[in-house]
T-cell receptor
Framework: DQQVKQNSPSLSVQEGRISILNCDYT??????FLWYKKYPAEGPTFLIS?????DKNEDGRFTVFLNKSAKHLSLHIVPSQPGDSAVYFC????????????FGIGTKLQVIP | DAGVIQSPRHEVTEMGQEVTLRCKPI?????LFWYRQTMMRGLELLIY????????DSGMPEDRFSAKMPNASFSTLKIQPSEPRDSAVYFC???????????FGSGTRLTVV
């Protein structure tokens, strides 16, 4: 049972436009959400996170939005750059428990020059 | 800091053989995680160690899988006997207990033929 769902396996976006990656979760105990970025032949790297007490967190070109009532979060990248082409993993955890982080299956983003 | 170091980077083995994957976490990190990445299931947590002690091994698929952490600077994941369905990329990650995100190694791509 996937507790963190990324329903779009892939996404193509033109350079300069906005990329929106979506993620849904089912576990109400999750209160901290993370996005990881992964290039081929490398391990995932932490990108941005958001606590459940917030609905938005911004870091440069990257913004994560959280809608707790819908159990939905999204990652916006604007403007998209070819170097953003990678697999993006949505992840979630319950900060009250131990550190187990549950990952989605990932969305492959291709930014077309 | 050399990051999380995994070896080997690639492993090809025949069905039935024993496979040992190795991980050196970042010095000072007290939490270590083994994940497996597949196309169908994304990143799955196999086992979590805290201060060298296994805390959660509920993700270990079956008795053929075992993991050890004899000291703070080394961990192994062993598969015996290996099967073709074990083919995947195996990641090791480490963190400080209260850290927001993990630091992943570059992974070991395992192919069982």
């Amino acid at each position: 049972d996937q507790q963190v769902k990324q329903n779009s396996p892939s996404l193509s976006v033109q350079e300069g436009r906005i990329s929106i990656l979506n993620c849904d979760y089912t576990n109400s105990m999750f209160d901290y959400f993370l996005w990881y970025k992964k290039y081929p032949a490398e391990g995932p790297t932490f990108l941005i996170s958001i606590s459940s007490i917030k609905d938005k967190n911004e870091d440069g070109r990257f913004t994560v939005f959280l809608n707790k009532s819908a159990k939905h979060l999204s990652l916006h990248i604007v403007p998209s750059q070819p170097g953003d082409s990678a697999v993006y993993f949505c992840a979630a955890k319950n900060s009250g428990g131990y550190q187990k982080v549950t990952f989605g299956i990932g969305t492959k983003l291709q930014v077309i020059p | 800091d050399a990051g999380v170091i995994q070896s080997p980077r690639h492993e090809v083995t025949e069905m039935g053989q024993e496979v040992t994957l190795r991980c050196k976490p970042i010095s000072g990190h007290n939490s270590l995680f083994w994940y497996r990445q597949t196309m169908m299931r994304g990143l799955e947590l196999l086992i979590y160690f805290n201060n060298n002690v296994p805390i959660d091994d509920s993700g270990m698929p079956e008795d053929r899988f075992s993991a050890k952490m004899p000291n703070a600077s080394f961990s192994t994941l062993k598969i015996q006997p290996s099967e073709p369905r074990d083919s995947a990329v195996y990641f090791c990650a480490s963190s400080l207990r209260q850290a927001i995100g993990y630091t992943f190694g570059s992974g070991t791509r395992l192919t069982v033929v």
